[in-house]
C-alpha cells in the first residue's frame, strides 16, 4: 500500500538525519554522543532550547543546514502519519460499507453464528457449493479479520442481539445455523432468530446431552450433537468400514464421480404427476432414486417404480456429478440440455 510504503520511507529519512545530525555535531564539535544527539533533536523539532554548548561558526553553518533540511522531512514525516491514519480509517470505513452493501443484497442465505473449528468446515462446506450464500456472525475481533483474509462476509457483533442478526438479513434468510461453543449461548441465540422470523429453518449445535430439549423447546427445527455423531461414526468406521468409506465418497463435494444429494421438485417441472419408472431418471442418466421425502415430511426409502412423483417432493439421489446436475435443471423447471 502506498500509504505504508511512503510512513515507512519518511521514518527512514528522519532516523538518517538524526544520524547525521549527531554525528556532525560530533565531528565538528567534538561533543559526546548524547549531547550531540540532544542538540540534533531540539534542532529538529524547533523547540528553542539553549544550545547545549557554545557553537563555533563552522557547527552554525552544520545547524542551519540541519534545520533547513530537517523542517522539510518533519513536515514529510508527519504529513505521512496523517496519511497513513487518514487511509486506514476511509479504507475501514468503505470496506465496511461494502461489506454491509453486499450482504443487503443476499436473499434466501444462511447465517451462521460462530466461527469456531465447526463455524470454520461449515463455511467450507458452503463456499465449495457456488449457489449457496451465507454471513456469518462472530463477535470475535481477530475471528472477523480471519473472515475477512478469507473472503466471506460477516457481521461483527454479538448473534443473541436483535440488531446484530437484524444486520445479517434474518428477515430474508433461509435459515440460521448456530455453533457456538456454549449451549447457553445457543439457546438465546435461537429464541432470538425465532422471534425475529418464526418460520426459519434454525439448526442448533448442542454440546451437553440435556441441552437438545432446552434447543428444541428454544424454537431450534434440528439439533445435532458433534460429539454423538463424531462417536457413532468412529464405532460404525470400525463395525461397517465400507459403509462409512461408501458414505464418505458420496457426500464428498468434490467428488466427481459419485454424489449423493437432495433435489427439490418445483411445480414447473415436467417431473411432477410422473411415475419414477416413466421419468427416465434411472434409464436415461444412471441416477439412483434412494428416497423420496414428501411435502408433509414423510419418507418413502427405496421407493417402488410406480411411486408418483408429486410437486414439493424431495428426492434423494445418487449418480454422477454431471448427471445430478442435469436433473436439477430439470427438476426446477429450467430447460436442461440433453
Not at 242 to 269: R, Y
Amino acid at each position: 500500500m502506498n500509504s505504508v510504503r511512503h510512513l515507512k520511507f519518511s521514518l527512514f529519512i528522519l532516523f538518517a538525519v538524526i544520524g547525521f545530525g549527531t554525528l556532525g555535531y560530533y565531528l565538528i564539535e567534538d561533543w559526546s554522543a548524547f549531547d550531540s544527539l540532544y542538540m540534533t533533536v531540539i534542532t529538529l523539532a524547533t523547540v528553542g532550547f539553549k544550545e547545549v554548548h557554545d557553537l563555533s561558526d563552522e557547527g552554525r553553518a552544520f545547524t542551519l543546514l540541519l534545520i533547513l533540511f530537517g523542517a522539510g522531512i518533519i513536515a514529510y514525516v508527519i504529513g505521512s502519519l496523517i496519511r497513513f491514519t487518514v487511509e486506514g480509517e476511509l479504507r475501514t470505513i468503505l470496506g465496511r460499507k461494502k461489506l454491509e452493501k453486499q450482504i443487503s443484497k443476499l436473499q434466501g442465505h444462511y447465517i451462521i453464528c460462530g466461527y469456531g473449528r465447526i463455524g470454520n468446515h461449515i463455511c467450507h462446506e458452503f463456499k465449495s457449493r457456488p449457489s449457496i450464500s451465507f454471513v456469518v456472525v462472530e463477535k470475535d475481533k481477530e475471528s472477523c479479520e480471519k473472515l475477512a483474509a478469507d473472503g466471506i462476509l460477516f457481521v461483527h457483533g454479538d448473534a443473541t442481539d436483535d440488531d446484530t442478526l437484524l444486520s445479517a438479513g434474518i428477515r430474508r434468510a433461509q435459515g440460521l445455523i448456530t455453533v457456538v461453543t456454549s449451549d447457553t449461548e445457543n439457546v438465546y441465540i435461537t429464541l432470538t432468530a425465532r422471534g425475529l422470523k418464526p418460520d426459519l429453518f434454525i439448526l442448533a449445535r448442542a454440546g451437553d446431552p440435556g441441552s437438545e430439549k432446552k434447543l428444541r423447546r428454544a424454537g431450534a427445527t434440528k439439533v445435532i450433537s458433534p460429539y454423538t455423531i463424531g462417536a457413532t461414526r468412529m464405532a460404525h468406521a470400525v463395525l461397517r468400514p465400507s459403509v462409512v468409506d461408501f458414505i464418505e465418497i458420496a457426500t464428498a463435494g468434490h467428488n466427481l464421480e459419485l454424489q449423493l444429494e437432495e433435489i427439490l421438485v418445483s411445480p414447473g417441472s415436467r417431473l411432477v404427476n410422473t411415475t419414477l419408472i416413466n421419468s427416465g431418471i434411472r434409464r436415461d442418466w444412471n441416477i439412483i432414486i434412494i428416497g423420496i421425502k414428501k411435502a408433509d415430511g414423510k419418507m418413502l426409502f427405496n421407493p417402488a417404480p410406480t411411486v408418483s412423483i408429486e410437486s414439493g417432493d424431495t428426492l434423494i439421489t445418487l449418480g454422477e456429478q454431471p448427471a445430478i446436475q442435469h436433473l436439477e435443471k430439470i427438476a426446477s423447471g429450467k430447460p436442461a440440455r440433453d
